[in-house]
């Protein structure tokens, strides 16, 4: 595999592409992508599983569409997808083309699209028919009218309406057609790869990384991990923003093994996929590791668990918790970088360090992977070489570029101890709202509310496993959240005003 030549080289020069192509090259009947067996009860089609030799037929043929249809070299493609193996070949079929990723949340609806792709300049959407009872193709049709630069919809899926693209046939076998593309004359991996969104008190940020970001991300988590080559990994992380591609996408291609994805949290599919293959890595939101042991769907002991911790500040407030195998703790500040950590021999998640990190920590010739600093605000700071350093487009306004000494500050506060050299994450950026990986604004909630009834009102409460939920009062909820629902608001603004069922509780 590819992990000795990055380790020793001077710099990344491989492309995430290239990864996927070295791993089909060393073992193309090996199983490659495998989607959860409940796959039907949220989205169309049964599971699917394909080799190494499928995916790549299915990411060429997914090129070729994209090029089939006029779309040229670095547009801007965005995918709204659920975790399932569809996204995977998406994501990676988009770079194939020569064409840049840009993931969204699964939660977004018309309203956040809107901005966040009228930023960018998307020229395509890649959806699906529903998930999870949501009709995303049609989401898709209405956010293509608001922006002319839109001109084409693929999605997969059954039932989908007119002007939509299907294109699960390219899972079919068959020829690829169309034209290859050709070779850049730079370097590749310095290339523009993906852009995912922040999001922050100005609203909604592009952030927009190369190869050797996303790789250098995903080489903190596997290094930090022990992954070694050909690994069974398990992922609940979707690859819809930085810490989803590092954690999922990433560890996959450069270890060259098979990746099961699980969408959404279901227990017993969950507790079904651990005994269905002997893990390396479990990827899972680090709050609900606990629970999950001790309903016994952990089943693979020996497994590194890499537990996310969206609201990093939450993270020094975990309970102490030891596992047979190895507990790495990836704090993620949104869309700038996070920090990967084994857990202490107490069981609790380490600090993070001030200054350089490396990984593995500790290790003799460790990689350097990212490096922390407190700003004079009070707020932590990073650079490093999974640090996005410069705002998206290069002539937008907005967003947070890096200083003169190459650090980004992700305004989350931060407080140092000078004694031990550590940084204590105290809270999160003000006015931002982390609802379970989803962060909002606290004045578009209000905003949207205010809008949809006079009145209407929402407020953030704690949450154990979510960090917030959102609770609505309204003299007619149902009425509210229709409201939301015609503005186009975010699901999680409109689900604050309805009724909550055992199955949304859990």
């Not at 990723?101 to 960018?120: Q, T």
């Amino acid at each position: 595999m590819i992990l000795g030549e990055i380790n020793q080289a001077s710099g990344i020069t491989t492309t995430l592409d290239d990864l996927f192509r070295r791993a089909g090259v060393r073992h193309s009947d090996a199983p490659a992508l495998v989607d959860a067996p409940n796959r039907q009860t949220f989205t169309d089609h049964a599971p699917r599983t394909l080799n190494y030799a499928q995916a790549d037929h299915a990411i060429s043929v997914f090129a070729a569409r994209l090029r089939s249809f006029g779309l040229p070299t670095d547009a801007v493609v965005a995918l709204q997808l659920p975790n399932t193996v569809d996204s995977i070949v998406a994501f990676l079929g988009i770079l194939r083309a020569g064409m840049i990723a840009a993931p969204l949340p699964l939660l977004w609806r018309r309203r956040d699209m809107v901005d966040a792709l009228g930023r960018v300049g998307a020229k395509a959407i890649v959806t699906c028919a529903r998930a999870a009872g949501v009709p995303h193709a049609d989401i898709a049709m209405h956010t293509a009218a608001a922006l002319f630069p839109i001109r084409h919809i693929f999605g997969f899926g059954s039932g989908l309406p007119d002007g939509i693209v299907p294109i699960d046939d390219v899972f079919a076998p068959g020829g690829v057609g169309g034209s290859a593309m050709p070779a850049r004359p730079d370097s590749a991996a310095a290339h523009l790869a993906a852009v995912t969104f922040d999001i922050d008190v100005q609203g909604i940020n592009p952030v927009a990384r190369n190869h050797i970001e996303i790789i250098s991300g995903a080489l903190a988590v596997l290094l930090e991990s022990g992954i070694t080559p050909d690994s069974h990994l398990l992922s609940t992380i979707p690859a819809s923003n930085f810490a989803g591609l590092a954690l999922t996408l990433g560890p996959w291609l450069l270890s060259g093994g098979t990746l099961q994805l699980h969408h959404g949290f279901d227990p017993v599919t969950f507790a079904a996929q651990c005994g269905t293959a002997e893990f390396s890595m479990l990827a899972l939101p680090a709050p609900i590791i606990p629970a999950a042991a001790a309903a016994g769907l952990l089943r693979s002991d020996q497994c590194t668990l890499a537990g996310l911790w969206r609201d990093p500040e939450r993270a020094s407030l975990a309970k102490s918790f030891s596992h047979a195998g190895c507990i790495v703790d990836v704090s993620s500040f949104g869309e700038t970088g996070f920090v990967a950590a084994r857990r202490t021999e107490q069981g609790k998640p380490a600090s993070v360090p001030h200054g350089v990190i490396s990984a593995p920590h500790g290790a003799i010739g460790a990689m350097t992977v990212i490096e922390t600093a407190c700003s004079k605000a009070g707020t932590l700071m990073l650079r490093g070489p999974m640090v996005a350093s410069a705002v998206f487009p290069p002539t937008a306004s907005h967003g947070r570029a890096a200083d003169q000494a190459g650090y980004v500050d992700t305004g989350f506060a931060c407080r140092l101890d000078k004694q031990t050299q550590t940084l204590a994450i105290t809270g999160p950026p003000q006015g931002i709202v982390g609802i379970g990986g989803y962060r909002l604004r606290q004045s578009d909630i209000d905003i949207c509310v205010e809008k949809a009834a006079a009145d209407a009102a929402v407020v953030p409460l704690p949450d154990r496993m979510l960090g917030h939920r959102l609770a609505g009062t309204a003299q007619d909820k149902k009425a509210v959240a229709s409201a939301l629902d015609a503005q186009g608001a975010n699901a999680l603004i409109s689900s604050a005003f309805r009724q909550r069922t055992g199955a949304d509780a859990a």
